[in-house]
């Protein structure tokens, strides 16, 4: 029993001692890093994908893509003018910080302005893996229903930030926005919840100006200019 905590325990201080390499790469590069996360089908593609359409005139912004097995989401992401770099974990449950260590190498950090990181649709572990991030972003949606906080706390309690996806389907179901921001009330007091619809676009602008305060926060401007360290756009 002694030997499986320690084991368990080893697991964790490996990647905690990644990510600090991790948050020491993105402070020298002056980059702002967010971590999203959510359950399949959230909507985290969507909004980054509506993010680099938004922001891409004003911030040099790249993305590392968590996926199970396909490509699917890199190339939207790379399509609405992020460059993506995909790490397929092969079934893998979340994202660990040497696998974005490695991904974060495809780019020149000193080019960039804000690394995204589109964690794997899950909102279990993922939350257990610090990722050196200076922000964690949960995202949730609707027809989830709202109690999604009171089921998974720990993700919540992380969080810097929660977005409610596909607000535009309230009446359609019977979530209740209310419920779902008491739920998380009684889990992290103060936690901003953005409601938006990547769909309709209500609500966007309030997550681009988060994104934007988080990014002004760092306290070094974003440098403006050419974009070196975009990658090729992906084929369609
Ligand atoms: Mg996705
Ligand atoms: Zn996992």
Not at 57 to 84: K, N, Q, S, V
Not at 145 to 169: E, H, S, T, W
């Amino acid at each position: 029993m002694a030997k499986r905590i320690r084991l368990d325990k080893s697991i964790v201080t490996e990647n905690d001692r990644l990510a600090a390499v991790l948050a020491h790469r993105y402070d020298d590069a002056g980059i702002l890093a967010v971590n999203l996360m959510s359950s399949p089908g959230s909507g985290k593609t969507t909004l980054l994908e509506e993010t680099a359409r938004a922001l891409g005139g004003r911030f040099r912004m790249a993305c590392i893509e968590g996926d199970l097995a396909t490509d699917h989401d890199a190339r939207r992401i790379e399509r609405a003018g992020m460059p993506c770099q995909l790490i397929n974990t092969g079934g893998g449950c979340h994202l660990n910080a040497g696998q974005v260590g490695q991904a974060l190498d495809a780019y020149r950090l000193e080019d960039l302005d804000i690394v995204f990181i589109e964690n794997v649709g899950n909102l279990v572990c993922p939350a257990a893996f610090d990722l050196g991030e200076h922000r964690r972003v949960v995202v949730s949606s609707t027809p989830e229903g709202d109690d999604k906080p009171a089921k998974y706390p720990v993700a919540f309690r992380l969080a810097d930030c929660v977005v409610l996806n596909k607000i535009d389907l309230v009446g359609a179901t019977d979530f209740s926005v209310e419920a779902f921001r008491r739920y998380l009330a009684g889990i992290k007091a103060d936690l901003p919840v953005l409601e938006l619809s990547c769909k309709t676009g209500e609500g966007l602008a309030g997550w681009f100006q988060w994104v934007t305060g988080a990014r002004d926060a760092l306290g070094r401007p974003a440098r403006s200019g050419t974009r070196p360290g975009r990658a090729a756009p992906a084929k369609e």
